[in-house]
């Protein structure tokens, strides 16, 4: 009983001890988790080296995942990025074994944790911001020493009522038959699962089979089949936290399980090879600092079979899982919220320069009804999404980017109203200004096109001057994303379409004037009269608001 106790304070201990640093490490880090990675995955390697390295800082690969899951949600990441980041998560998650293997099981360091929990928890009562947050840091890496002490000690007791001889014989084992070794490294595998999925966490149950090694309740051949195990175990809660999520979710978290088996897989086929090899080499190695290694090179050897195939891979994978949402509101994944409040921003910045596309690069006919429709109902998509942004944003920029993007929507949110009103209008425009006018509104729509399909990618459009306020501003004095001051075929859209807004603006109101006389006149009915001035009303309202939206999405910066 008392060995019962002491294994599950241990665990319990241990696991308390990682939420807290964890919680306290993303603290500390803040929106730099997210800055970081959305910049690391500019190739696949490179992705896999940050994922690792971010991973191994913050001790939560959880954490790593769910921010990526944001970004490749809001569009700041492919799919095949976000997956090259869950690569190296993996990688980086291993860093706790060495830690356990290392330091933790050969030496008692409660007499140290003691203070160090004190010294932490004052300050993260006392503290505030980034104080507090390593405050929690510094207690919950002491809780996690102290679990391992706790562990230790339940695991001597163990060894003492536990014999490797009690578990199943593996391969490699001298006089057992090829069958009931295989037999046996799959019920220790299943055990590893298990022991994953009740503890939710792959890197306590590591520990746990580590401090068992080093107790000598289990031998190095048992303790590395435990550890395929328990790495196929850690996929079980990514695939239940997909159950109702986005595809972005569904998507990695499918992709998760088949990296996770696939690994399993190749270290099964050669499990007797490398059991032989592992079992010779504790001969001058200690068998607990090759168990850390077996656990890391594993991973690692995964990654390595699977980076050079992740487009092919990735590729499968969206075949499994199709999108299933609008084209417009793909962007709006809750996954997005979660990750950073700018990167719900930034998803809803790029849902509205993909309808302001679409909707300036359509015609006024009933063949885009139903395009216009799918419109406005991501734009109202967008309007509840936003509104969810209920964390307050620190940086005077950031406010600034927050401030365009609701500009942006509410005039985009106008357009479509304004379009859909236009198309129900059947009239044949002829006179010499109404022709100008449908020129100016083409030529504004043109430009309009032109402008929201790079903003639509575009991750870092030039901003405002910091001392102007996007709200007050006027929105023909901002460039689109990318597009350099000296190219005048690169900064004309935005001014072209000022002009063209303004003109039609002027020749709105001289052409009601001159169609509203033409009835006394005789030219026209009233009823005809009024038909043209509101379409010509139309025109002069679409390229408004689409001037105003485009105007301030460039000035959105992310």
């Known amino acids: 009983m008392e060995t019962t106790v002491a294994i599950a304070g241990g665990i319990g201990f241990f696991l308390l001890g990682m939420a807290v640093m964890t919680d306290g490490l993303k603290a500390l880090a803040g929106s730099s988790l997210r800055v970081v990675l959305a910049k690391a995955a500019a190739t696949s390697l490179s992705g896999t080296f940050w994922g690792a390295v971010v991973t191994l800082l913050v001790q939560s690969s959880s954490a790593t995942t769910m921010t990526t899951i944001g970004l490749v949600s809001a569009g700041l990441l492919t799919f095949q990025q976000g997956l090259s980041l869950v690569f190296g998560a993996n990688i980086g998650t291993t860093g706790t074994g060495w830690l356990v293997a290392l330091l933790g099981v050969r030496i008692s360091l409660t007499a140290y944790a003691l203070p160090i929990i004190f010294v932490g928890a004052l ?8 104080w507090a947050a390593s405050g929690a840091a510094i207690a919950g890496f002491a809780l996690i020493l102290v679990g391992l002490t706790t562990l230790q000690q339940g695991m001597s007791g163990l060894a003492e009522q536990l014999n490797p001889a009690d578990l199943p014989a593996i391969l490699g084992e001298p006089g057992v038959p090829w069958w009931s ?3 046996g490294v799959l019920a220790l595998v299943a055990t590893g699962i298990v022991m994953t999925t009740v503890m939710q966490s792959s890197t306590a149950a590591t520990t746990i089979t580590i401090s068992a090694l080093y107790a000598g309740a289990i031998n190095l051949d048992q303790a590395m089949a ?7 175990g850690t996929s ?7 159950i109702g999520a986005s595809s972005t979710a569904k998507r990695l978290a499918v992709a998760y399980v088949a990296f996770k088996l696939i690994a399993a897989l190749v270290a099964l086929v050669v ?3 490398v059991v032989r090899l592992m079992l010779r080499a504790s001969e001058s190695v200690d068998p607990v600092t090759l168990v850390a290694a077996y656990h890391t090179a594993y991973n690692v050897i995964g990654v390595a079979i699977l980076l050079p195939l992740i487009g092919p891979f990735t590729r499968v994978i969206e075949r499994i899982v199709p999108e299933r949402v609008s084209d417009f509101a793909r962007s709006l994944d809750p996954a997005a919220l979660a990750a950073a409040p700018t990167v719900a921003i930034e998803a809803v910045r790029r849902t509205v320069a993909r309808i302001l596309d679409a909707l300036c690069s359509s015609k006024n006919g009933a063949a885009d009804s139903a395009m216009i429709r799918e419109a406005s109902a991501a734009l109202h998509e967008a309007r509840a999404f936003l509104s969810k942004v209920t964390e307050p944003l620190v940086s005077e920029q950031e406010q600034r980017w927050l401030i365009s993007t609701v500009h942006a929507l509410d005039h985009t949110v106008r357009l479509a109203e304004v379009t859909q009103e236009s198309a129900r209008i059947d009239v044949t425009l002829d006179s010499p200004d109404e022709r100008r006018a449908v020129k100016l509104h083409a030529e504004a729509m043109q430009s309009v096109a032109a402008a929201a399909g790079a903003q639509a990618s575009a991750l870092a459009p030039e901003a405002l001057p910091l001392d102007a306020d996007p709200s007050d501003a006027d929105p023909s004095d901002v460039t689109v994303a990318g597009m350099k001051p000296g190219n005048a075929s690169e900064i004309q859209p935005i001014e072209r379409l000022a002009r063209c807004a303004q003109e039609l603006a002027d020749l709105r109101l001289e052409h009601r004037r001159l169609t509203l006389d033409s009835v006394a006149s005789g030219r026209l009915t009233a009823g005809d009269a009024i038909a043209r001035v ?3 009303r139309m025109l002069d ?14 000035a959105a910066v992310a």
């Open 123 to 130: 300050l993260k009562l006392m503290g505030k911001g980034r």
């Open 181 to 183: 070794g295989a037999l």
């Open 226 to 232: 435990l550890v395929i195990g328990q790495n196929i």
């Open 236 to 242: 079980t809660s990514s695939a239940m936290a997909a």
């Open 271 to 273: 499990f007797p090879v």
């Open 534 to 536: 509101e379409a010509v």
């Open 541 to 554: 309202r679409r390229a408004h608001h689409a001037w105003r939206a485009t105007a301030h999405l460039a």
